[in-house]
């Protein structure tokens, strides 16, 4: 969320959120920008794979840390990522602890 609300800092739209982190069901919007679509339309895709990919591997490990029922639990995933994305997820986690 907060790389698509730096996309769209200087444009002139509204943009509501789930929070980060929160979880979410199928279907539910996750955010919704208000504006005028020829400020923001140019970024609906990039939009789109910004939150497409962190949440699939948020959900997944979500689903591998309930399946590990309390057991140690180690991921390298992010060896499979796109450098950029390994970056942004790699200074996200250091923020959280």
Do not use: Q
């Amino acid at each position: 969320m907060e790389e698509v609300k730096f996309l769209l800092k200087d444009k002139k739209v509204e943009m509501l959120s789930i929070p980060e982190g929160e979880r979410f069901e199928p279907l539910e919007p996750l955010m919704r920008i208000k504006g005028r679509y020829s400020d923001f339309g140019m970024f609906e895709t990039v939009i789109l794979g910004m939150l497409a990919a962190p949440s699939a591997w948020a959900t997944a490990a979500s689903e591998c840390k309930a399946a590990a029922d309390g057991a140690l639990l180690l991921c390298f995933g992010a060896r499979h990522t796109h450098p950029a994305w390994r970056l942004s997820w790699s200074a996200r986690s250091c923020r959280r602890r």
